[in-house]
Structures are given as structure tokens and as C-alpha cells.
């Protein structure tokens, strides 16, 4: 059943750039889909269309069937950076993420949260104190911990080095089993889109526009040794250069005077 | 004994007590009179003459009123002031432009209105130490609201914040660091417009003290009255900082650590 729908979605800044082109996209009930392309694409600025942090400029989005006005109760996100409230100690910081959660049920849940992520005991520290890894993993707490329908990933691993991403990968993955949210993220590593996708949507730039989607048929959990998760990967990266031979102009306009390029 | 590298605060009080020593020698052996220039011992009994006769609590007393009520009225001013052109665009285009017009006149050169318009009493006092307090407070609020992290407001608004929950809850603990550097700056500023104050025509106080000093020719009651001003300045300033410290305790910076 479709969780989430991106039907038709345009977003032209007041500048006139266009940064979204009719953009369709869904993720059914508890699907990992991820938004694979390099930047200037548009997937964060599509990830902040369904956050609600901006609105599009035609087009819907829909969180269970019903259009979403601005930010939504059963929408959280967790950001490219940590994010955390420099001001508020780990554990408040996961207790953030639980506004409509009573004191007791929110407590209750950021210490259990709080041993999950494997940092029980730091509840008292400061942000500032844990490494950029630590703080990742206190922020996926923190969008979490109100159970959400529906959590966005904005590239929340590409700042960090490849052996703390592989283990935030399976984090990730061990608490999506238990919970169960659809989860819509964006990122530019092929990898880890293969990783952890059920399917991955191809954009392109100029303006961002959805190229492909494609299902990833690979069981959980996933060996990145085996033959079929390379050839997962290849096929990714094969339409991904189909997509750039298509960007390139058709036909080249003249490059100097009579049409011939300077350099022949 | 500890090196004295164990404890560097003491680098700090070679000069002042190398020079102190030498002048008061100088003066001790005959060699200067020290009448425009007292030493320390003459400077010492003069501040216990002066405390003992009650006279100098008097002036602290008065100058303490002073600077306290003024800097209580700039503070709430300019921290009012300051939210409000923050929170909202029209009051910003309303009212920035004529605070910042009325920031380009000296302060002090509204002496003679004060005195005109509030006499030359208690209230024009105030209103001078209120307005030295009233612009850094106002900057400083002001600039700490615009500059606070979108990426923070943001994570308010997906977790569900209202714009009073993220007024109160984001934006207050984001400018606290800033506020309470703007208050050190008013409260600095406080001192230097009481002196201002108090030189235009008082009966009692610190600045008054300054020029009983000058006219009966008691360089030793100016320079006690100095004193007392670095002092108070000081404690004053410390007590700010005191305040701040519980509440600014998860930044990230060298005095958080000390």
C-alpha cells in the first residue's frame, strides 16, 4: 500500500530556476526508496518539499492519501549534518524528536534509544563531546524516537568515513526491522543506495527530473561480496551513464566564426 | 613554593607592584613629594579615612543606584527592543532605521537636553546611563536573532515546534551566548556614562568624588575613587559572568572548560 506519493511536483525558485520537473515518486508502506544523483539534481530540495520545510509549486504530496500542508507529525528527518541543539544534553536531545510523546513514555523511550544506537550512558553529555558519528546516531534517535511513518534521510552518511557509514548502514537497517517506517533518502553513493534501497529512483540535473527507477531484487540481509549485489550495482551505474550521454547537447551550436570549432 | 609558571595570574602582578614598591620608595627616601602623585601606604589611609567617615559608602552607594537602576532600564529596553525588530520584519523596517539614526548621535551630546527636559536631578542621570546601556544591548539582541541557524530552526519546525515552541526553545538558547556579551558591553558602557553623569553636577557619588578630588587639589581621594570604579566595574562585571555560566555551560569554549 502506497505510504507516500510525490504526484507530478514542480519547484521553480522565485529566481526562476527550475530546480524540480514533474516529479513522481512513491514509496509503499515500510519500503526503503532511495534518490540516487550528483548534486544539483534537486533531491534535497525534493527531501524539503516532503519534510515540509518548502513548498512546491505544483504538484502533491501525499502522506497516506492525505496531501501534506508544511511540516507533519508523522514526517521526521534526520539531516546531512547532526543538527543537534548544542544546548540540550544527548539524551534531551533525543527527547526533542518525541514532542507529542508524554514525559514519561519519552524518557522511557530515549533511554532505550540511547542503548540501541550503543551509546548508553552518554544521555548526560554534551553534544560537543561525541565524535561526528556519535552525533549521527544520536540525531537517528532523535527522529525516531516518535515512531514516524514516514523518516527522510538527507544524505545523512556522506560526511562520515566509510567504516563508521557501514556500521550507521546497519544501524539503520536493524532499526528500520523493528519500527518499520517508510523511509525516503537521498544520497550520491551508488553503494549504499544498493545497500540499503528496496528500490532506487535516478534523477538528473537541469533541471532535476526522475530518469529511472528500478527495483532492487537482492534479499536482507544484504553481501556486498556476492556477485549479484555487483551486478546491482553495475546495472545502477550503467543507467546512470545513460543518463549523462543524454545530457549532452544533440546538437552542438557552432563554436566560432563558419561554424568550425577554433581548435580544427 | 610553586614555580611561578604554576600559577600565571602572578605574571600579571610583577609591573603593577614592582612600580608600587619603586614609588613609594622614591617618595619614602624624599626624592619626589608624591603630592600629585601619592603612594600607595597615603592612597591606603586615605581610602580608610574616607570609608571610615561613612563618606565613601555614601558615593558608592549613590553610584551604585545609579548604575544599577540605568542599566536595569537599558537592559530591558534594549532586549525588548531588540526581540521585537528581530521576530518581526515590519518592526525592523519601522523602527531599526530611527534607532540606528539616533545611535550616529554621540550620547553624551544629549546631556544638555536631558538636563533641560528632566532636570538636573536623579531622572536625567538615569536616562544617560539607560541609553549608554540601551545600544550594545539592542545591536547585540538584534544581531543574535538574525544570525541564528536556520539548520536548528529547521530541525524545530520537523519535530513539530510551534513558532512560540521554536521562539522559546530554539531561538532564546541561540542568542543567550550573545546576549549576555552584549549585557557585559552595556554594563561597561553603564560605568563610563555614570562617571559622565555624575561630573555634570552631583552632590554625592563616585564621579562626584572625581571632581572634589580636582578642586580641593586631592589627587589621593581622585585616585581612590578610581580605584573603587576598577573594583566595582570588576565585581559587577564577574556577577554577570556568574550568572552566564550555568546557563552557557554547553559551549564549546575555552572558559567552559577552565
Known amino acids: ?264 | 613554593m610553586k614555580p611561578l609558571a604554576a600559577r600565571p595570574w602572578l605574571t600579571g602582578l610583577i609591573i603593577p607592584v614592582v612600580l608600587g614598591v619603586t614609588w613609594e620608595l622614591t617618595v619614602r627616601t624624599g626624592v619626589m613629594t608624591g603630592r600629585l602623585m601619592p603612594p600607595p601606604s597615603r592612597l591606603l589611609d586615605s581610602a580608610i579615612t574616607l570609608a571610615r567617615s561613612g563618606e565613601l559608602g555614601l558615593h558608592v552607594a549613590a553610584t551604585m543606584t545609579r548604575i544599577g537602576l540605568g542599566f536595569l532600564f537599558g537592559a530591558a529596553a534594549g532586549t525588548l527592543m531588540g526581540v521585537l525588530t528581530g521576530a518581526s520584519g515590519l518592526a525592523m523596517r519601522l523602527l531599526d532605521p530611527s534607532i540606528q539614526a539616533l545611535r550616529a548621535i554621540p550620547s553624551l551630546a544629549w546631556v544638555p537636553l536631558f538636563i533641560l527636559w528632566l532636570g538636573i536631578f536623579e531622572t536625567s542621570k538615569l536616562a544617560l546611563i539607560a541609553m549608554g546601556v540601551f545600544f550594545p544591548v539592542y545591536l547585540g539582541v538584534l544581531s543574535a536573532i538574525q544570525n541564528v541557524d536556520r539548520k536548528l530552526i529547521e530541525v524545530g519546525r520537523v519535530f513539530g515546534l510551534s513558532t512560540t515552541g521554536i521562539a522559546i526553545r530554539i531561538t532564546g538558547p541561540a542568542v543567550m551566548p550573545a546576549w549576555f556579551a552584549a549585557l557585559r558591553t552595556g554594563l561597561g558602557l553603564g560605568f563610563m556614562f555614570v562617571v559622565a553623569a555624575e561630573l555634570m553636577g552631583a552632590s554625592e557619588g563616585l564621579g562626584y568624588m572625581l571632581l572634589d578630588g580636582q578642586q580641593m587639589g586631592r589627587a589621593d581621594t581622585i585616585l581612590v575613587a578610581m580605584i573603587v570604579f576598577a573594583l566595582l566595574g570588576k565585581a559587577c562585571d564577574s556577577i554577570l559572568v556568574a550568572i552566564s555560566v550555568p546557563l552557557l555551560r554547553w559551549q564549546d569554549t575555552v572558559r567552559a572548560r577552565l
Open chain 1, 1 to 264: 500500500m502506497t505510504k507516500l506519493a510525490i504526484n507530478h511536483v514542480n519547484k521553480t525558485y522565485a529566481d526562476g530556476t527550475e530546480a524540480l520537473r514533474d516529479i513522481r515518486v512513491h514509496a509503499n508502506e515500510g519500503e526503503i526508496v532511495a534518490i540516487l544523483g550528483g548534486s544539483g539534481c534537486g533531491k534535497t530540495t525534493l527531501l524539503r518539499l516532503v519534510a515540509g520545510l518548502d513548498r512546491p509549486s505544483s504538484g502533491a504530496i501525499l502522506v497516506g492519501g492525505e496531501p501534506i500542508e508544511g511540516t507533519h507529525k508523522t514526517i521526521s528527518a534526520v539531516f546531512q549534518e547532526p543538527r543537534l541543539l548544542p544546548w540540550l544534553r544527548v539524551a534531551a536531545n533525543i527527547e526533542f524528536g518525541g514532542q507529542l510523546l508524554d514525559t514519561t513514555e519519552r524518557q522511557r523511550r530515549a533511554a532505550a534509544l540511547l542503548e540501541r544506537i550503543g551509546l548508553a550512558g552518554y544521555g548526560g553529555r554534551w553534544p560537543r563531546d561525541l565524535s561526528g558519528g556519535q552525533q549521527q546516531r544520536v540525531a537517528i534517535a532523535r527522529a525516531l524516537i516518535g515512531h514516524p511513518g514516514v523518516l527522510l534521510l538527507d544524505e545523512p552518511f556522506s560526511a562520515l568515513d566509510p567504516f563508521t557509514r557501514a556500521s550507521l548502514h546497519q544501524l539503520v537497517l536493524g532499526l528500520w526491522a523493528e519500527l518499520k517506517p517508510t523511509i525516503l533518502m537521498v544520497t550520491h553513493d551508488v553503494d549504499e543506495a544498493v545497500t540499503l534501497a528496496d528500490r532506487i529512483v535516478i534523477m538528473r540535473p537541469k533541471p532535476g527530473r526522475v530518469h529511472e527507477t528500478m527495483a532492487v531484487d537482492l534479499p536482507r540481509p544484504r553481501d556486498r561480496l556476492a556477485s549479484p549485489f555487483d551486478l546491482m550495482k553495475r546495472r545502477v551505474m550503467r543507467s546512470i551513464d545513460r543518463s549523462l550521454a543524454e545530457d549532452l547537447p544533440t546538437s552542438p551550436k557552432p563554436l566560432g566564426p563558419g561554424g568550425t570549432s577554433p581548435w580544427l
